[in-house]
C-alpha cells in the first residue's frame, strides 16, 4: 500500500500559490544583479504595440517551464515604480511644492498609495472574481487558480499604458487641460476615459490568456461601457453649465 494518498497529491497540485514563491521573488528584489531590465523594456515598449497581447506569451512559456504564470523577475514593477516616482516629482515641479517635504511626501504617495496599494486592492479583487466565478472545470485537467502575483502583473501591465496618457501625456497638456473653458474639460474627460479603456483592455488579455477561465470578456465590456457612460455623462453635464475636468479634480486631489 502506498504511504500516501492520491487525494493529497490533487490538493497539493491542483491549487498552485505564490506562498513557497513569493519569498524567493522578494529576495531577487534586493539583488538587482538578479534582475533582467532588457527584457522587462522590450515587455514594456510591446505593450504599446499594436499587438499587446504577445506580452503575456512569455508568461505561457513560463508556466510550462516553472509551473507559475507570474513573473519571477521584479524587474518589471522596479521599472515601473521608478517611472511613477520620477513623474511624481515632475509634478511635484510643476505645482512648485513650497518645501523639501512635500516633494517627498508627493513621491512617497504616488508610489506607495497610487500605485503599490491601490494596484494590490485591484489585484486582489480581479484574482478573487476570476477565481470565483470565472474558472472552468475539466474532468481531464489539473485544477488552476489564479495567482495574486499574476493578478498583480496584469494590473501593471495594464497601468503602464494608462500611465503614459495620464502621467506622461498630460503632463505637457497641462497648460491646456487645467483651463475652465468647454474645450479643455472635454478634451481631460476624453484623455481619462481613453487611458481607462486601455487598461481594462491589457486587463482583459491578461485573464483571456488563461486557458482555465471563461467570460473573461466581462474584465473589458462591463467596464467599457461604464466609462463610455460616464463620459457622455460628463458632456452633458459640460453643456448644462457644469464644467467637470478630471484633470483638475485629480490636480486639485494631490496638489490642493
Same mark, same amino acid.
Not at 500559490?17 to 529576495?27: A, E, H, S, T, W
Not at 480581479?126 to 475539466?138: E, L
Given at each position: ?98 518645501? @523639501? /517635504?512635500?516633494?517627498?511626501? &508627493? $513621491?512617497?504617495?504616488?508610489? *506607495? ?106 474584465? @473589458? /465590456?462591463?467596464?467599457?461601457? &461604464? $466609462?463610455?457612460?460616464?463620459? *457622455? ?24
Amino acid at each position: 500500500m502506498l504511504p500516501f494518498d492520491l487525494r493529497d497529491i490533487k490538493n497539493t497540485n491542483d491549487h498552485p500559490r505564490m506562498d513557497g514563491k513569493f519569498p524567493d521573488y522578494l529576495r531577487r528584489l534586493c539583488d538587482f544583479r538578479q534582475m533582467d531590465f532588457e527584457a522587462s523594456f522590450d515587455q514594456l515598449l510591446t505593450l504599446l504595440s499594436l499587438e499587446p497581447q504577445r506580452v503575456y506569451t512569455s508568461f505561457y512559456y513560463r508556466k510550462q517551464t516553472k509551473n507559475q504564470w507570474a513573473r519571477d523577475d521584479p524587474a518589471f514593477i522596479v521599472i515601473q515604480a521608478s517611472f511613477v516616482a520620477i513623474a511624481a516629482f515632475a509634478y511635484a515641479i510643476a505645482f512648485r511644492h513650497p518645501s @523639501f /517635504w512635500g516633494y517627498l511626501w &508627493t $513621491i512617497i504617495y504616488s508610489v *506607495i498609495v497610487d500605485w503599490l496599494f491601490v494596484g494590490m486592492a485591484i489585484a486582489s479583487t480581479s484574482a478573487h472574481i476570476a477565481n470565483k466565478y470565472m474558472r472552468q472545470y475539466h474532468s481531464h485537467s489539473v485544477e488552476q487558480e489564479v495567482e495574486w502575483l499574476y493578478a498583480f502583473d496584469v494590473h501593471t501591465n495594464a497601468f503602464f499604458c494608462s500611465f503614459m496618457i495620464t502621467y506622461v501625456l498630460q503632463y505637457f497638456l497641462l497648460p491646456i487641460l487645467l483651463s475652465r473653458a468647454i474645450i479643455p474639460c472635454i478634451l481631460s474627460n476624453t484623455l481619462y476615459a481613453g487611458a481607462s479603456i486601455w487598461y481594462f483592455y491589457i486587463s482583459h488579455l491578461g485573464y483571456r490568456a488563461l486557458p482555465f477561465l471563461g467570460n473573461t470578456q466581462v474584465f @473589458f /465590456w462591463y467596464p467599457i461601457v &461604464t $466609462i463610455g457612460c460616464l463620459w *457622455i455623462f460628463s458632456i452633458m453635464l459640460i453643456i448644462l453649465g457644469l464644467r467637470v475636468n478630471f484633470t483638475r479634480i485629480v490636480m486639485a486631489f494631490h496638489f490642493g
